[in-house]
């Protein structure tokens, strides 16, 4: 009687496929598990912590034997912050600075405003557009002659969940030197300076017009006449809505610079002296030089 026997498989054929079936089930869990966000990934088995801000995934350690660690990193707002140019002067509007900032999160248009201040002082202050894009363009009476620090302040909306994170970007730009603002600049250096009947100096005090007449001829070399009759009749009347800073402000009998604003420089009377102040006269004449 013959006996049939069914061929033995061989043990080599069963532990061959063993490997492979784990590393299958490792590359499982692993996929499965950046899909979470924040893992530790481990041999068929990964837990998953989801995380809605991440923004990116670094993969780290990740050992032969098969443990991996991958990590989600929170995004912090980006700010991009740009100026048209670096020099500020009197002219049209294009003479002015514009300043473009950009804020944005993870690639998304944050909410908020931004804030501008020429050497911390706050002049501005504009509502960043859906892009999350604002543009601003100071006037020109905003900045001091000569080198100016512009700070621009990104504060984010409550509703952002970011309004506590202040960010801050610092740009130098120079306003140049206008002829009537080199006059106001030399004019301001004698503030407090006394008052002399006929004087013409700063050792010898000044009188009205012969403050004029010394600024003039040290800021820019025009020598004015002595008189405040006279200095009225050396440049051209402009209205007062024309009028800039550096030009002479006439009543009868007495004469000032006028500083822009609304302002004076002026050796008023017998202890007052130079000062600087807000404008008394009630119908002057400008008088450009």
Not at 15 to 34: E, F, G
Not at 158 to 170: E, F, I, P
Not at 242 to 266: C, L, W
Request: some cysteine; hydrophobic content about 35%; overall charge positive.
């Amino acid at each position: 009687m013959s006996m049939h026997h069914s061929a033995a498989r061989p043990q080599g054929a069963t532990t061959a496929r063993m490997p492979r079936l784990r590393r299958s089930t490792v590359a499982i869990a692993l996929s499965a598990a950046l899909a979470g966000g924040t893992v530790v990934a481990g041999a068929g088995q990964a837990s998953a912590a989801p995380s809605p801000t991440a923004a990116t995934v670094s993969t780290t350690h990740l050992p032969t034997a098969g443990h991996g660690v991958i990590t989600a990193k929170k995004s912090k707002p980006v700010v991009k912050a740009s100026v048209s140019r670096k020099t500020a002067k009197q002219g049209k509007g294009k003479t002015r600075p514009k300043f473009t900032v950009q804020v944005t999160k993870g690639g998304d248009a944050v909410k908020g405003r931004v804030r501008l201040f020429v050497d911390g002082k706050k002049v501005n202050v504009k509502k960043l557009n859906k892009n999350g894009i604002v543009r601003m363009k100071p006037l020109l009476k905003r900045y001091d002659v000569g080198k100016n620090r512009i700070r621009l302040t990104v504060v984010p909306a409550r509703s952002t969940g970011l309004a506590k994170v202040k960010k801050h970007r610092t740009i130098t730009l120079k306003a140049k030197q206008s002829r009537g603002a080199k006059v106001v600049k030399v004019a301001n250096r004698y503030v407090g300076h006394r008052y002399s009947y006929g004087g013409t100096s700063p050792s010898s005090g000044f009188d009205c017009s012969g403050f004029t007449s010394y600024v003039y001829k040290k800021a820019v070399g025009k020598k004015l006449p002595r008189t405040t009759s006279a200095q009225k009749r050396a440049g051209k009347a402009v209205s007062r809505s024309k009028a800039r800073p550096g030009d002479i402000v006439y009543t009868p009998g007495h004469v000032s610079i006028y500083a822009g604003n609304g302002r004076i420089i002026e050796s008023a009377r017998p202890g007052v002296g130079v000062v600087k102040r807000k404008m008394w006269q009630n119908n002057p004449t400008f008088i450009r030089i």
